[in-house]
C-alpha cells in the first residue's frame, strides 16, 4: 500500500499545500475543496463606509490520470522460454487535484498464441510458471516493489505523483518461439482509502464539492489507431506484449600454461605474472582454461544457464582463480569443483552480457 497524507494550510490571503516537505511532482492544480473568496468594494461621495459584496466558491474535485506502458510504442518485450521474471513496466500518474486510490486489472488477449497466465495467489515477485503478479512502488525499484494483492488499492496517491507497476510473469519452459502474450493494464479510479469506484458528481451550489471527470481517451502503445480506453470513465489503460524468443549464445574455450615450472602452486588463486611466450605442455606444468559464455541477441535476456566442465583424462583439478561477469547478470551458484567436474549457473544473462571463469589444473 502507498499511503500520504495531504495538509492544507490558509495563511491569510495565500494558501500554502504541503506533501511529506516536498512539492508535488506534477503541477495539478488548486487543491480541491480549496474554498475561494473574493469581496468587491465601492466607495462614493456621501458614503461613510464602503458598499462591499462578497461571493466565494469551492474547488472541485477533477479526477485524472495516465496509464502507460514503459515499452517502446509498437514493439514486443522478448523473453526467453522458462524466464522465471519477464516484467512488463507502466508508468501511473495521479493528474487530479486531490489524493486519488486506484484499483488495478489485468485482462490478457483472448486467442494469443501463448496460453493465458492465471494471477498468482497471494501474489509475489516470483510467480510459479505459468503465473503472474503485479508490483507497485513509489520509485523505479522492482526489487523494492510490493506485490498488489488481487482487488486491492493502491492508496492514497498524491496529486502529480507517480506510481510505477509491473506486470511480472514467469514463462513456462517449452513456450514455443514467437509465441505471445497481449496483457491489458487498467487503472479505475476510487475514493481515497476504499474500494468505491469514483463517479461524477455536479451541483448547482457553488459550494458543493462537486467531482468531474476529465481523463481523456487514449490509445495502446502496442497499435495508436487502437481506443484503449474512453474519455471520461475515471479510468486509464494501456497495453504490453511479451514474445518468446530463444536467445542465441556462443561458448569459446581457451588453454594456457600457467607455468611449466612442476614447483609452482597451481591450487593458488593469487594473481600470477603472465607465462613466457614459449612456455610449454610438459607433465607438471600449470595450466589454465578460460571459459566464456556471450549471449549476442539483440534483445533476449537467457535465463536458467548451466555451464558444465568435466575435465579430460591427463589433468588434474587445481583451483578457481576467478570469475568476471558482465553488469546485470543474475549469478545462482558461482562456479564450484566435484569429482573432476565444474560447474556454474546463471539465473539470467542480459542480452549482450557475457560471463567468463578460469579453471587451473596440472598436467599428470
Request: proline share 7%.
Amino acid at each position: 500500500m502507498i499511503h500520504k497524507y495531504l495538509r492544507i494550510f490558509a495563511l491569510g490571503a495565500g494558501l500554502t499545500v504541503f506533501l511529506g516537505g516536498t512539492a508535488f511532482a506534477q503541477s495539478t492544480g488548486t487543491a480541491a475543496d480549496t474554498v475561494i473568496e473574493n469581496t468587491v468594494s465601492v466607495t462614493f461621495d456621501g458614503a461613510a463606509t464602503p458598499l462591499e459584496a462578497a461571493v466565494e466558491f469551492r474547488v472541485d474535485r477533477k479526477i485524472d490520470m495516465t496509464l502507460t506502458s514503459r515499452v517502446t510504442p509498437g514493439t514486443s518485450v522478448t523473453v526467453s522460454p522458462g524466464d522465471p521474471q519477464a516484467r512488463l513496466g507502466f508508468e501511473l500518474v495521479n493528474l487530479s487535484n486531490a489524493p486519488q486510490s486506484f484499483r488495478l486489472s489485468v485482462d490478457q488477449a483472448v486467442g494469443d498464441s501463448m496460453a493465458d497466465f492465471s494471477q498468482a495467489s497471494p501474489p509475489t515477485a516470483t510467480p510459479a510458471s505459468g503465473e503472474y503478479s503485479i508490483i507497485v512502488n513509489t520509485t523505479d525499484d522492482f526489487s523494492a516493489g510490493s506485490p498488489l494483492a488481487s482487488g486491492a488499492n493502491i492508496d492514497s496517491v498524491d496529486p502529480g505523483d507517480t506510481v510505477y507497476v509491473w506486470i511480472v510473469a514467469h514463462v513456462p519452459s517449452g513456450s514455443a518461439e514467437e509465441s505471445a502474450q497481449v496483457f491489458t493494464l487498467r487503472a479505475r479510479t476510487t475514493a481515497a482509502d476504499t474500494n468505491d469506484l469514483v463517479g461524477e458528481v455536479r451541483s448547482t451550489n457553488p459550494m458543493d464539492l462537486n467531482t468531474v471527470l476529465v481523463d481523456v481517451a487514449t490509445q495502446s502503445t502496442l497499435d495508436n489507431t487502437v481506443e484503449i480506453d474512453p474519455a471520461g470513465d475515471g479510468a486509464d489503460a494501456d497495453q504490453a506484449r511479451l514474445q518468446v524468443t530463444v536467445p542465441t549464445l556462443t561458448a569459446e574455450k581457451t588453454v594456457t600454461v600457467t607455468s611449466e615450472d612442476p614447483g609452482f602452486d597451481c591450487t593458488s588463486t593469487a594473481p600470477t605474472p603472465p607465462p613466457a611466450p614459449d612456455a610449454v605442455f610438459i607433465p607438471g606444468a600449470c595450466i589454465q582454461y578460460l571459459i566464456t559464455v556471450s549471449n549476442t541477441s539483440a534483445n533476449t535476456d537467457a535465463t536458467n544457464i548451466t555451464i558444465s566442465d568435466s575435465l579430460p583424462t591427463g589433468v588434474t583439478f587445481a583451483s578457481l582463480p576467478s570469475f568476471t561477469f558482465t553488469p546485470g547478470t543474475v549469478i545462482a551458484s558461482a562456479p564450484s569443483h566435484s569429482g573432476g567436474t565444474v560447474t556454474a549457473e546463471l539465473e539470467r544473462l542480459p542480452a549482450g552480457a557475457s560471463y567468463s571463469f578460469t579453471i587451473r589444473a596440472t598436467i599428470d
